[in-house]
């Protein structure tokens, strides 16, 4: 599966959701190494498992997953002859006690839950081990039973101990007088007075240590050195023998190092498991049937980053169809539709629950190519279809029939003609693979071949005609449109202009000009077209251009078959800027011929930057022009 198309799709956001539902660093792993399946059993496994252990908890089950605190290092140090101190082995004596418990659990769901319970046969309940562990070490310390010797040296410890607190007491009595504070202290492990530095002859000792002021000398009195070094001698022992118990329960803690490991790596599956069961409810996320044929049918489809945000999609192909063509306006869902059906692909091919009905059917595909927008041509200085087509290459490169193509917009970026005739045979090379491919596209052309070739199909995205606004909902089946002319109606374009761009839409742009301009007299509301006509009578040529173009007039362009809108007036060399669906061009005049005036087309004052700039756009300039903000842009795209 492609790095770059799951990035396309944002699967890594999906990732970064899931993680924070795992509770191991083991479980954690398995989010982070998460990536789509292409084996249809092994999927079919994963998903079952998250839909029972999803069942699980949404009856109220609380899994006694353990949560593998401190026992990562304690793993990694295991067979490196460093010796386990006695807190690795208070998290190792927990560790144990909690997959015993777990596999406790685990046997009472055989029945509700065979698939997910089955993984608890793994565990190791290492009893012998446990006990080990349990005898020699309670509370962080080892305890005096664990071994003879350690009983005995800790023995005589006390005896010491108690001989030297008497001497203390005694000490503390006889010294008060000059003590610079009645309280004992101790210096590199031994025990001092505080003396006053005036009387410092009047105790016999050494000094081990002084005040930072000097006015306290810390002395240790000669009647307890030998005591004090007869203690230190038994502390030294004390520390061996305690050294000995842990490295003998190190020993035998790596003598099960397999065992452990074991167990480790089953409670991060039940971990990830259950991860994936909580981000299943909290998704709203089901189970789907399988098949490795291309065919999706799933209804009331949600992008899992939108949620309750968007309106449910339904969605099939692949079984009278393997190319579906969805056309509408503008920020009408077409996008949201393409990476909808992508990302839940990648998701149940990772055993994700996804947010569509019960029933609903999936595909299982080798690969998915993606090509939508991802900012790469301006990090690279590419144009919009440079871009598109260094896409292009490589979906071809590993196009075949286990491959689920989604490309948005396609023929943008470039002359609409070209770009609609290298589209089109894009998508017959992709049918005649037998690829699956899921496009947008504003183009009429390209749905008009989808709706004539086979193994094709057309959908559109809904909009509400007296509202003017995208329904969101994909109706699959029949084409759409931009709805250019209903929405120039209700915005105040007159009508008869309107009924006029409709003929000229209807008759593909093929125009008898001479026929037409000998009927423009009997037709005013109807502006006269000028346009170069080469004839063999050169008498006949209509190539006068009896005014300049203006911002906002209405132009035909015979050589691509379509209208755009003067956008920039023309330079010193006669290039004139025109936009043609939303993509900016430099054309000569020469090639230009006036279809409708500007004055036509806009009321009077007419503010041309709604057509001319994106709404972000004019927002800014609008903000702008009331007050300076810091770090506010317009930015404007190259022109082709």
């Not at 301006?378 to 290459?393: D, G, K, M, P």
């Amino acid at each position: 599966m492609q790095e770059q198309a799951l990035q396309r799709l944002e699967f890594h956001r999906i990732k970064e959701i899931l993680l924070q539902y795992a509770v191991s660093y083991r479980g954690k792993q398995h989010v982070e190494q998460l990536l789509p399946m292409t084996g249809i059993k092994v999927i079919r496994q994963k998903l079952d498992e998250t839909a029972e252990a999803k069942a699980m908890l949404r009856f109220g089950a609380s899994v006694p997953i353990p949560s593998l605190e401190g026992i990562e290092p304690v793993m990694q140090l295991l067979g490196t002859g460093y010796v386990l101190n006695e807190k690795d082995f208070m998290h190792m004596h927990q560790f144990l006690t909690s997959c015993a418990q777990l596999a406790k659990y685990m046997a009472s769901k055989q029945d509700a839950a065979p698939k997910v319970s089955s993984y608890a046969a793994s565990l190791h309940e290492l009893n012998s081990l446990k006990g080990d562990i349990d005898r020699s070490i309670r509370g962080g310390r080892v305890v005096d039973s664990a071994s003879k010797e350690l009983l005995k040296v800790r023995k005589r410890l006390a005896v010491y101990e108690d001989r030297l607190k008497g001497k203390l007491d005694s000490l503390m009595s006889k010294h008060r007088s000059i003590l610079q504070e009645q309280l004992l202290s101790t210096r590199n492990g031994r025990y001092v007075l505080p003396i006053k530095k005036e009387h410092r002859k009047l105790v016999k000792g050494s000094v081990l240590d002084e005040s930072a002021s000097g006015q306290t000398v810390y002395i240790e009195p000669a009647e307890i050195m030998s005591l004090q070094v007869e203690l230190s001698a038994l502390r030294a022992e004390e520390a061996r023998e305690e050294l000995k118990v842990l490295s003998d329960l190190t020993a035998e803690a790596e003598g099960y190092a397999h065992e452990l490991e074991i167990n480790v790596e089953t409670v991060g599956t039940y971990d990830f498991i259950f991860a994936k069961a909580k981000y299943a409810l909290a998704l709203g996320g089901a189970n789907v049937e399988l098949n490795d044929q291309g065919i999706m049918d799933f209804s009331e489809a949600r992008h899992p980053l939108m949620g309750e945000r968007m309106v449910p999609l339904d969605f099939v192909i692949g079984r009278s169809f393997q190319s579906l063509i969805i056309t509408g306006p503008n920020t009408g869902g077409k996008t949201l539709a393409l990476k909808t059906v992508g990302l839940l692909t990648a998701m149940v091919q990772s055993g994700l629950l996804i947010p569509v009905k019960e029933g609903s059917m999936m595909s299982i595909f080798s690969n998915i190519a993606v090509d939508i927008g991802d900012g790469q041509s301006i990090e690279h200085a590419l144009s919009t279809f440079s871009a598109h087509i260094r896409n292009i290459i490589d979906i071809l490169r590993i196009a075949n029939r286990s491959t689920l193509v989604l490309i948005d917009e396609m023929a943008s970026g470039t002359d609409p003609g070209e770009g609609v005739g290298l589209s089109v045979a894009i998508l017959e090379e992709l049918h005649r693979r037998g690829t699956t491919v899921v496009a947008t596209t504003h183009f009429s052309e390209i749905k008009n071949f989808a709706e004539a070739a086979s193994g094709f199909e057309n959908a559109r995205m809904e909009f509400d005609a007296e509202t003017l606004q995208p329904l969101y909902r994909l109706r699959i089946g029949e084409a759409g449109q931009s709805y250019a002319f209903l929405i120039a109606l209700k915005l105040g374009i007159p009508e008869q202009i309107v009924h006029r761009s409709r003929a000229i839409a209807d008759s593909g742009f093929a125009f008898d000009y001479l026929k037409q301009e000998e009927q423009q007299a009997e037709r005013p509301l109807v502006p006269a077209v000028s346009v170069e006509v080469e004839q063999p009578s050169t008498s006949t040529s209509k190539a006068s251009h009896s005014r300049s173009f203006q911002l906002g007039d209405s132009v035909y362009i015979p050589y691509l078959g379509r209208t755009g809108i003067v956008c920039e007036l023309e330079d010193a060399k006669g290039v004139v800027g025109v936009l043609i669906q939303k993509q900016r061009f430099k054309i000569n005049k020469k090639r230009l011929s006036l279809h409708i005036e500007g004055k036509d087309l806009y009321p009077e004052n007419y503010d041309l930057d709604i057509v001319f700039e994106s709404k972000e756009d004019r927002k800014k300039r609008k903000l702008m022009n009331r007050k300076y903000v810091k770090g506010l842009t317009i930015e404007k795209k190259a022109e082709d």
